[in-house]
């Protein structure tokens, strides 16, 4: 009997020699794989602590590294353990295993705030710099404040179809919204923080056909007689970047993006072409950026009238008279701000505002003009292709929808032309 006792004194002697050489050695490994961090809290990696009845038990905290998503540094802590060595024997269990495989421990719980912060990062990489921006702006506005505070496993569907009406009874971006938070947390689904998306399984709200009706029904374009209109009230300012920037946006349906990021290498007076190849756009913090357009149907060639090649070569020489003695370059842009840089949106904005309010014109936006130009095309008997390429639209759907609105006015028109005809 005493030589088996002796015998089991020196068996669980000879195995906790090993445990300890075991934890030594994990912890010899993680100090070289994580450059020697592992080491710098080493004495105080297994601490001591009571329960409210008075009780001692021992945790550890282990130090796995830097996290390659979040960038911060990981850590695990395990509680519970009755003895310092039950709790050091558990600790070099866990840092072998993360040498073996690089597994430590289930993730966190997170915040939908931390998983969008995460997800930006990424999504920064596959969108140009002002969709970026526009995103992360609609985002820290209208999604945060709804969604970031609550942990992604605590955000559930009602609260999801919720907030979707919200979006729907305020905001006419709001499938932006919609698809973004989807975005974020299919992200938070991929890094194992929840299992579904809950997002996805909601019912999108939608506006009913007779609003759709109606929206369609405000008019945003200019007929022949209200486009020269405006145009005679432009020449009496005597602003003549302005006028130029008009006969553009009028005659060639260029979005005012295209026309405020033309420089002098796109025109080509001799051949009366314009070549559309930049855009400029909004990045973060609302600095200007140039980039390419939007889709591949928008870099494009476009014809110029004479009247409108007269009027730009009259700008170049203006700009070559405020530019001395410096000569203007081909590189330079053809309406340039006084800091040398494209003029912000809100230049044609403000100046357009002022002038419908000035000579009490009808209501119509930047953009409005390029859907006045596509209709006083179809009206001059342009065909539809024609259309389509002149103004760089991707979809012929889009220049379909402004055809069936001209061929509906031009319906009323002849009715009107019969009826008159007949004297009756």
């Not at 912890?27 to 009571?50: A, P, S, V, W």
């Not at 930049?278 to 950026?289: D, F, K, L, R």
């Amino acid at each position: 009997m005493r030589e088996v006792s002796s015998f089991a004194r020196h068996f669980f002697s000879f195995l906790a020699t090993i445990l300890e050489t075991t934890y030594k050695h994990a912890h010899t490994i993680l100090f070289f794989r994580l450059g020697g961090e592992t080491n710098r809290k080493d004495k105080q990696m297994i601490k001591q602590y009571k329960l409210n009845d008075g009780s001692v038990r021992y945790s550890y905290i282990a130090y796995v590294g830097v996290d390659p998503l979040t960038g911060k540094e990981k850590r695990v802590r395990k509680s519970g353990f009755k003895t310092q060595k039950e709790a050091r024997i558990a600790e070099s269990q866990f840092l072998l295993k993360v040498e073996q495989d690089g597994f430590f421990d289930k993730p966190d719980r997170i915040t939908f705030s931390e998983v969008y912060k995460i997800w930006l990062e990424h999504y920064k990489n596959t969108v140009k710099a002002s969709t970026y921006a526009r995103q992360k702006a609609q985002a820290d506005l209208h999604i945060i404040p709804a969604f970031g505070a609550c942990y992604v496993d605590k955000i559930s569907l009602p609260m999801c179809q919720k907030q979707a009406q919200e979006w729907f009874k305020g905001y006419k971006k709001y499938a932006n919204f919609i698809g973004m938070t989807k975005m974020v947390l299919d992200f938070a689904v991929n890094l194992g923080y929840i299992h579904d998306n809950p997002m996805k399984k909601i019912i999108k709200p939608r506006k009913s056909s007779e609003v759709d009706e109606e929206e369609k029904k405000k008019e945003n374009f200019y007929s022949r007689e209200d486009l020269q209109k405006f145009l005679d009230c432009v020449a009496k300012e005597d602003k003549e970047e302005i006028a130029c920037i008009f006969r553009l946006l009028a005659f060639t349906g260029m979005r005012k993006s295209e026309v405020l990021a033309l420089r002098w290498k796109d025109l080509d007076f001799f051949t009366s072409r314009l070549s559309v190849s930049q855009i400029v756009a909004y990045g973060e913090n609302n600095t200007i950026v140039y980039q390419t357009p939007k889709t591949k149907k928008s870099k494009r060639t476009i014809t110029l009238d004479p009247i409108t090649v007269s009027i730009l070569k009259k700008w170049e020489k203006t700009r070559q008279f405020l530019n001395f003695p410096q000569r203007v370059k081909p590189t330079d842009l053809v309406f340039p701000a006084e800091t040398g840089n494209a003029h912000s949106f809100d230049y044609i904005n403000y100046n357009l505002r002022c002038i419908l309010k000035k000579y009490d014109l009808p209501y119509i936006t930047p953009h409005g003009f390029r859907h006045t130009h596509c209709s006083l095309l179809f009206e001059a008997g342009a065909s539809i292709k024609e259309v389509q390429e002149r103004l760089g639209h991707e979809d012929i759907k889009t220049t379909m929808n402004i055809y069936a609105h001209v061929t509906e006015n031009t319906k009323e028109k002849t009715a009107e032309k019969f009826a008159q005809f007949l004297g009756m």
